[in-house]
């Protein structure tokens, strides 16, 4: 357990030294993408693990934003009952939908999620009562800690950056558990996954639900920071770019989620130079990198020296030497 | 007392017969070989007693308990093992974490438990100085052997050894027969055993059935089996000429 | 009923041009494996090559339909070697993400070439009217229902009585049998991608009329398509007509009888339905995974 929590630790900390330096608008970019890598983290769970290609994680992602800012606005909750609500309400709606749509595989699956996602989008932008349509929702009340609102990029941050920090462990914790081990175990291969007594549906149901968790979790920051939610924020476009990110970043790895949702939410900012041919340039620097870098940024690090891996396997080596023949 | 029970398995692919009410009743501590030649219904037996086939007619009892619609991983933490033809392991975990997987079967183990389960058992079966080697760096002959770590750390009352001398040298062979003779004398364990490998066997098996198109044709003492005219005539052009010699 | 008969032509047009669409996406699909999320730009192209054609550069609309449908030819099999060929083996996802990506470079393109301002692309019947049963439809949405009647029978000549088309229809099946038949394999693949951006460019020209020429128009084309595409049955060309037309028809007469903003909702919702309980279609026989 070493190893996490130095990662954690670097990403904190890269992340509070940036938020002493950088401009505000910068900070801006760098609270979205800490907000998308607690989302990314979560579909990493589902597709990074488990192999579950999901185009509707916005979708979650929204699910808990509106029900947060629905909540709070409509009914006065505070935004700290109000996230806990909305994050199990999206996680019972992911466990209920994945029981009969996680027995769809590949481009099914991918095709009905993203029909999911679309359906979100159709409901939030016409169920005009409760959503405002596309008009959104705004005056979202912020997060306060002990009375004083966490308002502003950089307090927002340095809250993020912990939730973060937290959500990393507890990822990673799951990773190195019995849970994480038969997750991958699925995606590798489902029958021999039941035939060495794992529950392939509910392990599936499981992953589906915990990306579901960190989904609402993201969007409830989302709209507590922005404090104003529209349709347009969880289209299943956003979807294709949280699945980009998780490629871009280097697939099934917490650190490569982490990366990915930086890198992607910085590029337009890097690009900005392109002007209005920044899209289009998009498009193609991400067919780039998956022709020519099909693990990712985090894929990368396999040509550093291995740094971390002597680490992870010491306790297991010695063990295992002890016992050899 | 049988503790594996197969009765009037039956079942169809569209058009063609796979199984044909087929009986086969294993006695608890038992080595039992089921030959045939390719096609005879062996695998599609197998899935149908792990469960990754539904029979269209007929009945699978374990323990006196019938389970022909009981999910696979439920047979499998009751005590029904099973590796398959072509090994399976899962890429991206290492040797150890393969293992670990089938040690996690029992519930109330703690992650220390499951590790100290899955190295005791990498270690009975002469694995342990891989234990953190990626699977992909592994021979086939070694990764089927860690296949058979993973299905006995299920800890399994009766286990189903689809095919586990197929791609093996001889060396490799010779190694399993030690093993599984080993694993027999020390633990009340049930072996079914799928296999091409007549001399392996012959071997090992205390009885063997023998399936063709789909029919049980033979079922008796390995001396019996060999001289069943039906067996022969069944067999003519296979392998059991050659290995018997 | 005039009313009525009026919505089923309008919706029988709209649902040609899903149902080309839907063609060009299961082609691509059942010949090479790839789920192609770029299908909608591919008709938004093939909009575009008209408008730059018959508006821009002018040309008459024989020719310039022709010239359209020779630029989206040669984009098919641009993309065919641009993105097919080096993410062949990628696993699905890969493939997914890819084409989407390809799709905001499509569409961003469209945009620095034709500006976000919408254009009216012209049909060749412009103004003439078709009276059927005592209503007056537009010739336009006449013709459309019968050049995709032709364009499908067209399809079904190529498929069932040529060789290349029986030798596309081997690749779909066993490309590893096709290579050992002697099939030019690759340039089987390549002219699927090819006959898709030739159906997609005759959707798009076909839809210019009906709405307007718009570079955001190709993702609700695409999530119709989809939509088709797993009503009809993944993989089966006769499901992706009736699919398309399906869906079509439901946009249509969602959007009179039932609630224009919930339209989509329809059609969403059966596919969603399909999938979960019948996920092979109408007319899918065999469900296998690909991924």
Partial sequence: MRVPFLITAVIVSAGVLLSLVLPDYHLRLLNLSVVSAIALIGLNFAFGYAGLISLGHAAFVGMGAYGLAILTTRMGWSPWRAMLVATTATAAFAGLIGLPLLRLKGHYLALATLGLNVSFYIVAANWIDLTGGTNGISR????????????????????????????????????????????????????????????????????????????AIAGCLFACHVRFVAPEDFSYAHSITYLAMLIVGGESTIVGAILGAAVLTFLPEWLRFLGSAYLAFFGLMMLAILVFLPSGIAGLGRYLPRLRSPTRAAPASVSAKELGP | MSILQARAITKQFGGLLALSAVELTIAAGEFVAVIGPNGAGKSTLLNILTGLLMPDGGQVLFDGKDITRLATHKRVRSGLGRTFQHGRTFARLTVLENVMIGAAIRGDRTERAIRDAALAVLDQMGLAAEANESIGSLSYGRRRMVELCRALACEPRVLLLDEPAAGLNSGEVDQLVDRLTELRARQQLTIVLIEHNMGMVMRLAERIAVLNFGRKIADGPPAQVQADPAVLSAYLGHGYNRASV | MADLSQLLINGLAIGSVYALAAIGFVIVYSATGVVNFAAGQFVMFGTFAGVAMLINARLPWPSGYGAALAAMALFGALFFFVVYLPLRKSPIVTIIVATVAVGITMQNVALLTFGSWPFRLPSPVEGWTVTIAGTVVPAHFVAVIVVTAVMVGLLWLLFYRTPVGIGMRAVAQDIQAARLMGLKVNRLLALSWILAALLAGVAGLMLGPIWFADVNMGDPIALKAFAATIIGGFGSLPGAIVGGMFVGLSEVLGASYVSSAYKDLISFGIMIGFLLVRPQGVFGERIQDRG
Avoid at chain 1, 153 to 179: C, D, K, N, Q
């Fill in chain 1, 140 to 215: 979202i009340p912020e997060l306060t800690i002990a009375g004083r609102a966490i308002a502003g990029e950089r307090p927002f941050l340095w809250f993020g950056l912990a939730v973060l920090a937290a959500i990393t462990i507890v990822a990673f914790m799951i990773h190195t558990s019995r849970y994480g081990r038969a997750m991958i175990a699925v995606r590798d291969d489902e029958t021999a996954a039941a035939m060495s007594g794992i529950d392939v549906t509910m392990t599936k149901i499981a992953a589906f639900v915990l990306s579901a968790v960190c989904a």
